[in-house]
């Protein structure tokens, strides 16, 4: 698994598709108070919006989806609406991990989860392994997650690496700190989103949406829904085409070039879901993406479903 480092240093790739969009899922109370509704009513019909959002980032072939659940400050909410969403996040864990899981989705869940009852880091633990090689989607929940908390952890675990450096009290650069922070397995969003009407970023991942395009919509989480996404999308597409987002034409990397990571997880995930995982796994897994093509070429290849696939994903490459 790479780590990610900072857009800073490397040119971002231009994409019509988002690789990794991040979300701040505001306007849950505001939801519930329009219709008079208690503010939990709001809270349950934000996990529906949540399924909603994941199965079209994975329509839409989104690597990375992050989506801020529970901030580092939530926590001075009134006790009942604390204990009302810890509620919810244990039987969202319980109900939808499975799902995730058979629609090849990675969970993971970033954030101070030290805070957490234990069954709701137990049932964080066995998602997080369960579904640690899906390769689809990668979806993050930030939990008790502040950005200002990730710079400090991420600073404490790299001397805790080093301690070499703080003895010689050398600088500490960026670049030696970004593999350290929690969404390290991640690359930076190229797409952010904040529904609910505010625009600000809430200590949300303050180090990693540096170069991230900023979408603010006035529409309560629980109404958004596919349409919203799609929106959001295509003002996303619309200012990588018109140049008016950090990256330039020509600075563009070739097509052979954006042959990612995403794109082979993708790859691998077909080509598993094909062949049936069991057989394939231990086959597949220290394969290099030459001799997965040449794989897929020799053996493969003349089944109707892998050729065409193969044609319409790797035409450039094989
Ligand atoms: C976001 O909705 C959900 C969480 C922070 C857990 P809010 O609960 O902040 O809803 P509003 O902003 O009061 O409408
Ligand atoms: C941001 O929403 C945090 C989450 C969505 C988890 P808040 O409603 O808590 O943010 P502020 O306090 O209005 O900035
Ligand atoms: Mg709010």
Redesign the pocket.
């Known amino acids: 698994m790479p780590v990610f480092t900072s857009s800073t240093r490397d040119i971002p790739e231009a994409r019509d598709v988002p690789r990794h969009v991040a979300i701040i899922?505001?306007?849950?109370?505001?939801?519930a108070k329009q219709r008079l509704l208690p503010?939990v009513a709001?809270?349950r019909r934000?996990v529906e919006a949540v399924r909603t959002i994941v199965r079209t980032a994975v329509e839409r072939g989104i690597g990375y989806l992050t989506l801020f659940?529970?901030?580092s400050e939530?926590w001075r909410r009134p006790a009942d609406e604390v204990s009302i969403?810890m509620e919810l996040f244990l039987r969202s864990l319980e109900v939808e991990v499975g799902k995730l899981h058979d629609n090849g989705i990675r969970l993971k869940v970033t954030g101070d989860t030290s805070r957490f009852d234990g069954r709701i880091r137990g049932l964080i633990e066995s998602g997080e392994t369960i579904t640690a090689s899906n390769p689809r989607l990668t979806l993050t929940i930030a939990a008790n997650y502040g950005g200002r908390w990730d710079i400090a952890q991420a600073a404490r675990e790299y001397y805790r690496r080093h301690p070499e450096a703080l003895a010689d009290g050398a600088p500490l650069e960026p670049d030696a700190l970004a593999p350290y922070l929690a969404l390290a397995y991640a690359p930076e969003p190229d797409l952010f989103i904040r529904t609910?009407g505010e625009q600000r970023i809430s200590n949300f991942l303050l180090w990693q949406l540096a170069y991230t395009e900023l979408w603010f919509t006035d529409r309560?989480?629980p109404d958004f829904d596919a349409a919203c996404a799609g929106g959001a999308n295509d003002g996303f597409a619309r200012r990588i085409r018109t140049g008016t987002a950090a990256v330039r034409d020509s600075e563009r990397k070739t097509r052979a070039q954006k042959m990612t990571e995403d794109s082979w997880g993708r790859a691998r995930h077909e080509l598993l879901k094909t062949v049936g995982q069991n057989n394939f796994t231990t086959w597949i897994e220290p394969l290099t993406l030459a001799e997965f093509q040449d794989g897929i070429a020799r053996f493969l290849a003349p089944t109707n479903f892998m050729r065409d696939w193969v044609s319409r994903n790797f035409a450039e490459q094989i």
């Open positions: 899922m505001d306007g849950n109370g505001r939801w503010r709001g809270h934000g659940a529970f901030s939530n969403l609910g309560l989480w």
